[in-house]
């Protein structure tokens, strides 16, 4: 998939849509969201594009991090907000 910048909420919803699908199909983390989501994906997904919404995607595509470890962040973002 060729890399481009983010410049639209079709953009974003992409990029929500292909990392959510790749951590549902995690063997590490998959698990952890799938149970913790179980029947709430769609409204987590939506909070997701709206928290795309207030740029804060920008600051944190910027690092430039490994795939695992932003997953791992993020579990650990979704573990707080659902908690």
């Given at each position: 998939m060729e890399k481009k910048d983010i410049t639209s909420l079709a953009d974003i919803q992409l990029l929500v849509d292909t990392f959510y699908g790749?951590?549902?199909?995690?063997?590490?983390?998959g698990?952890?969201?799938n149970n913790l989501l179980a029947g709430r994906w769609e409204d987590h997904l939506k909070k997701c594009i709206v928290f795309g919404k207030l740029s804060?995607?920008?600051?944190?595509l910027t690092l430039e991090v490994h795939f695992r470890h932003m997953l791992?962040?993020?579990?650990?973002m979704c573990i707080l907000m659902l908690g």
């Open positions: 790749r951590v549902r199909e995690d063997a590490l983390i698990p952890i969201f804060c995607w920008k600051s944190i791992l962040w993020l579990l650990l």
